[in-house]
């Protein structure tokens, strides 16, 4: 029984895979943007070969450096248990490299050691890192053994700009005692704390460490690292209290975050928002726009050309009244253009074109523009059209992104999962199911409906509208330079 303690602690089950099959693949598309795996072996002061694989963005921004998270896996884990810290972090403009420890997965190396051999494998990544131009901020997300091998590795290295970890245990020694009553060994404790002792000679010649070295409480007052600390509230194998003792004698700025759930169990969708939040705050990762932004906005980008208080507004309503027939073209001779109110201001006419200008006429051009018009009109909280962009639909897209999977395929799946809730991934549009009643009322309210334009006709039309608000801003401007001159 001793010998099965002895493999419990420094040889538990190996993580065996094939890093194709389990891994991000070379390359693939998250939320919408392209990323690429990149595998690299390093080599630790022991000699041991470690397998690596670093996720970026593909193309990397040019002349602009990345911040990295370095994700650390327990003690049976392996590089496989950062894919879901992928779908947290890439997205962010947050670059993830994970690791096999030496004597985890595919890596060299016969034993573990929970944290203490673990941190020099640590210090090998972070130098490599540092090499690397690309690389601006280090931030540290641990888990059981890698919370371990992060918090004594950020007692020597204060450069680091964040940690997040997670169900990491106070003493192995104690944790060691306690596993004895969980398990139900029925010795006395005489006879445990000799086994302890024999044992911590065994693994101090098979492993090379002294189990009694390994405490979390001896580092965590002289650690100023921002940390986040996080732990299942029905954790059995390292039970709740651990964090809590490590969160009271950490001299850093910290949180503590309980959730449901046990050891292993997946965690919960709040927790990761809090994981995104945190390592957003402290690794402050650059604002990079994306061509599909750019390529909607540029209708509307008028540069540092603002509306001033003082601007004669009268002059744009014209053009923001063509602005309304470039998205809805449906005229009859019975049916009259709506009119604009010179009631409201142009920032208020603006919020209300531009909806249908850049989402609905350009992204959704089978719709009809009439329908459109219609749908403009609603007021807010009764258009069943239009989806709730709130903060849950990141925990839909965080539940609903599987690995190696379509962009369509999650987001079908996010509108299953959250159809109770009334939030979409998507955009989702009403299909009208027409009868024989309803085609006999539709007689009576007939409508005319626009042909379809092409898309460059569209897009033709929305720039010289575009243009056309970039001159009369720059007409005002050059009249104002020559007043004052």
Not at 18 to 32: H, R, S
Not at 164 to 184: C, P, Q
């Amino acid at each position: 029984m001793i010998e099965q303690f002895i493999n419990f602690v420094i040889r538990p089950p190996r993580a065996e895979y094939n890093p194709d099959q389990y891994l991000w693949e070379k390359d693939f598309t998250l939320a919408g943007r392209t990323y690429k795996r990149e595998d690299l072996e390093l080599k630790n002061a022991r000699g041991h070969t470690l397998l690596c694989s670093h996720y970026l963005p593909s193309p990397f921004p040019e002349d602009t450096p990345l911040p990295c998270v370095i994700y650390c896996h327990g003690n049976s884990g392996c590089r496989a248990d950062a894919n879901e810290a992928a779908v947290i972090l890439l997205p962010s403009y947050i670059t993830l490299f994970t690791l096999d420890f030496s004597g985890s997965g595919l890596s060299d190396g016969d034993y573990v050691s929970l944290g203490w051999h673990e941190r020099d494998d640590l210090k090998v990544v972070i130098s490599y890192l540092r090499s690397n131009k690309q690389i601006s901020q280090i931030g540290l997300w641990g888990r059981s053994m890698g919370a371990v091998t992060s918090l004594l590795y950020g007692a020597e290295d204060p450069s680091i700009a964040g940690m997040v970890l997670d169900s990491a245990f106070s003493n192995l020694y104690d944790l060691m005692m306690e596993l004895v009553d969980v398990y139900k060994i029925r010795l006395p404790k005489f006879t445990v704390k000799m086994a302890v002792q024999y044992m911590r000679r065994v693994i101090e010649r098979k492993a090379k460490f002294d189990i009694m070295n390994l405490n979390c409480l001896q580092v965590a007052p002289k650690t100023y690292i921002p940390a986040l600390f996080g732990h299942a509230s029905d954790d059995k194998f390292i039970q709740p209290h651990h964090s809590d003792l490590i969160f009271k004698s950490y001299a850093g700025d910290k949180n503590i975050i309980k959730f449901d759930g046990d050891h292993n169990s997946s965690r919960p969708q709040f927790y990761y928002d809090s994981v995104s939040i945190f390592f957003y705050n402290v690794l402050h990762p650059p604002q990079i726009s994306t061509a599909q932004s750019s390529k909607l906005e540029k209708y509307y980008d008028l540069g540092d050309l603002k509306a001033a208080a003082g601007m004669n507004e009268s002059l744009l309503y014209e053009i923001i009244t063509g602005l309304h027939s470039a998205g809805t073209d449906a005229a009859s001779s019975s049916s009259a253009r709506r009119s604009t109110s010179a009631s409201k201001s142009v920032g208020e006419l603006l919020s209300e074109i531009a909806p249908v200008t850049t989402v609905d006429s350009m992204l959704n051009e089978n719709h009809s523009l009439s329908n459109l018009e219609n749908l403009q009109d609603k007021p807010n909280g009764q258009n069943e059209e239009c989806c709730s962009y709130t903060s849950s639909n990141r925990e839909s897209w965080g539940r609903c992104s599987s690995l190696g999977g379509s962009d369509e395929e999650s987001s079908a799946d996010c509108k299953a999962v959250d159809n109770s809730h009334q939030v979409y991934a998507t955009p989702l549009r009403n299909v009208e199911h027409r009868s024989s009643d309803s085609t006999k009322e539709e007689k009576k309210k007939k409508t005319v409906v626009a042909p379809k334009k092409h898309r460059s006709e569209k897009f033709e039309k929305l720039e010289a509208l575009s243009k056309r608000l970039r001159l009369c801003f720059l007409k005002r401007v050059n009249h104002r330079r020559q007043r004052s001159s």
